[in-house]
């Protein structure tokens, strides 16, 4: 290449960023626009696809943080919920035990209230025999 050659791409370089440095106090819309009219390749059109390229960077940067953040939440979510459905998962076995207890109870107090029922008739008709006997 010749110097003079690297000479203009320099200018035109230092032109660019200029532009650039004119385009940050813009809206997307007015460079989109600017770009549009431009003719592509020429300056402006390089500015304003310098700057729109600059923006969504910068855009998908924090939307990247954005997400991580989130990420990071989710996360620490799922673990609360893992810990939140081991321990239902605990508690749930100890109420199944505590009712094959109490059905054992229950069964056992079926039992003997039968067997003080069966003692109650058994002294009924004792008590109703000794009452007969006297008066004969």
């Known amino acids: 290449m010749s110097p003079l050659t690297e000479e203009v791409e320099v200018k ?10 004119l385009l940050r106090s813009r809206s997307y819309e007015e460079i989109r626009q600017r770009m549009y009219d431009s003719a592509p390749g020429s300056n402006w059109w390089l500015a304003c696809r310098t700057e729109l390229d600059i923006r969504n960077g910068e855009q998908t940067a924090t939307a990247l943080v954005a997400i991580s953040r ?12 893992e810990q939140l459905s081991e321990t239902l998962h605990q ?5 199944r035990d505590l009712l094959r207890g109490t059905h054992e109870t229950g069964r056992r107090l079926e ?5 003080a029922i069966g003692v109650t008739l058994v ?7 000794e009452i007969f006997s006297k008066r004969r």
């Open 91 to 95: 508690t749930t076995g100890e109420v």
């Open 123 to 129: 002294q009924l008709f004792n008590l109703v025999f």
């Open 12 to 21: 035109e370089l230092d032109t660019v960023q200029a532009l650039v440095q």
């Open 111 to 115: 039992i003997a209230v039968y067997a």
């Open 70 to 81: 989130v990420l990071d939440r989710l996360c620490a979510t799922t673990e609360h919920f």
